[in-house]
């Protein structure tokens, strides 16, 4: 009778373990229902900024590789007045027209409308050696076979170093660009977003802009130690725009819960932190898997965002430069 009992039981555990299986398998893929928005098309009668590279510099700050980089100069930049700057990791992934972000298409539309200032954008991939594969959609975006992972996941100021001494420098060279640290944004995906923090962070007087999206604050290289760092230091001028979704890496590794490599609570963590040290700081969170699905979509919204202090607060209602859409040669 007993064996005829846990017979049952384990037919019972059986078939609950096939309906949670289907289930599973029957559950949609949230990034699905995540799509770009109209502020990511190319728009007719919106002025084209122009995409300038790839350019390569070598690298001081890690001996022996190189960066590429690329850079977006907005239909309306006058090289008289000095222009605001965004800078994204991972430049493959965000800067083309064609990608899952088309920051530079975003960029187009939000300048020509006056909901962000006239910047230039400077995209940059992680470095590599000159042996190794650039990283692309096609071939991933260097995580294993680039530098990416040291650079964008250290708790260290090497990478702030090749941004704000290398690479910013060389395109200052050849374009005017606003020497304000309010004027300076920074952003990335993943890994490229804990990167763009640790700019900001390493180097508030540089950047004060970070636009972060699934943001790796887990254990990769310690990241997850930021929201204890930032309760105990003292508070710093940057503002903040954090987004991340509950389908996110949420921490099994090899079969076992760890809280540090739980991608959507070390976001929360962050969100924590920041709001009870005061920071100006915003945060979404979305449904989405790790990626750039949910970020993507809500890019737009994101810079606007981060950039409000770009729209000027004029009521005069005869002022109709601030009334009018921002196209090039007109006074910016």
Not at 246 to 266: E, F, H, I, P, S
Request: charge should be neutral; glycine fraction near 10%; include cysteine.
């Amino acid at each position: 009778m007993k064996s005829g009992i846990v017979a049952l039981a384990f037919l019972a555990g059986v078939g609950t373990t096939l309906v949670v299986a289907q289930n599973q398998a029957q559950k949609p893929n949230p990034d699905t229902f995540y799509k770009l928005g109209p502020d990511s098309q190319v728009k007719e009668g919106v002025p084209k900024g122009e995409i300038k590279g790839p350019f390569m510099l070598p690298s001081t700050a890690y001996p022996g590789t190189q960066h590429t980089y690329w850079v977006y100069v907005p239909a309306q930049y006058d090289a008289k007045k000095a222009a605001s700057l965004m800078v994204f990791q991972d430049g493959h992934a965000h800067i083309g027209p064609d990608g899952g972000f088309k920051a530079s298409v975003v960029m187009d539309n939000l300048i020509f409308r006056r909901e962000i200032p006239v910047m230039l954008g400077i995209f940059i991939n992680p470095g590599r050696t000159p042996q190794q594969d650039e990283p692309s959609a096609q071939r991933g975006w260097g995580d294993g076979f680039t530098n990416r992972g040291q650079e964008y996941n250290a708790l260290d100021d090497k990478y702030a170093r090749v941004v704000t001494e290398e690479i910013v420098p060389e395109v200052e060279k050849s374009y005017n660009i606003s020497k304000d640290p309010e004027q300076r944004g920074i952003g990335g995906t993943s890994s490229g977003a804990i990167a763009a923090f640790t700019v900001a962070w390493e180097r508030p007087n540089s950047f004060r802009k970070v636009l972060s999206i699934v943001g790796s604050f887990t254990n990769i290289r310690g990241g997850h130690q930021y929201p204890d760092i930032i309760e105990k230091a003292k508070k710093k001028p940057i503002r903040v725009f954090l987004c991340d979704g509950r389908n996110d890496l949420r921490g099994v590794r090899n079969g076992k819960y760890d809280a540090t490599w739980d991608w959507y609570l070390q976001n929360v963590r962050m969100k924590d932190a920041l709001t009870k040290k005061g920071y100006d700081l915003n945060y979404t969170w979305g449904m989405n898997n790790h990626g750039g699905s949910f970020g993507g979509q809500i890019l737009p919204d994101m810079m606007r965002w981060l950039w409000r202090d770009a729209q000027k607060d004029i009521t005069d209602p005869d002022d109709m430069i601030e009334r009018s859409l921002r196209t090039p040669g007109l006074d910016h």
